[in-house]
């Protein structure tokens, strides 16, 4: 299952907590959680380079399956981190004290990310 596509943002849970955790200012909270984010991305194999596009913000990360890459997190930290694929549809990454794990069904993407005993569920479709 290729993950390659655009996704955007339809709703998420626990938005402001998580946010807080990861040392988001509280304007900058307030400001992105009514922005619909349009996340793009492209697979190539094991290789997968993701966009993220909220409002005026521009998050982009390259990875290959398995192999240590830097990337960058939501705060704009860039940390070092490895991304795991589990099946055909499922990525884990694991990034300075944050998990996230993505999962693709069908048209739906969801993502948790948890920092500490914090999680932050996003849900997208493929548009």
């Known amino acids: 299952m290729s993950f390659t ?7 998420q849970e626990n938005f402001e907590p998580f946010m807080k955790a990861i040392g988001l200012p509280d ?3 307030q400001k992105g959680k009514d922005l619909k984010s349009v996340s793009e991305i492209v697979q190539d194999g094991k ?13 982009k990360n390259e990875f290959t399956i398995g192999e240590e890459c830097e990337m960058e997190m939501l705060n704009g930290e860039k ?10 549809n499922k990525l ?3 990034l300075k004290g944050l998990k996230s794990v993505t999962e693709l069904n069908g048209d739906i993407l969801t993502s948790v990310m948890t920092v500490g005993d914090i999680s932050c569920k996003r849900i997208s479709k493929r548009i």
């Open 5 to 11: 596509g655009k996704y955007e943002l339809q709703s």
């Open 27 to 29: 304007d900058l909270i």
């Open 47 to 59: 290789k997968f380079k993701i966009t993220v596009t909220t409002g005026s913000k521009v998050v």
């Open 79 to 88: 940390v070092k981190g490895l991304v795991q694929m589990e099946g055909d």
């Open 92 to 94: 884990i990454a694991q």
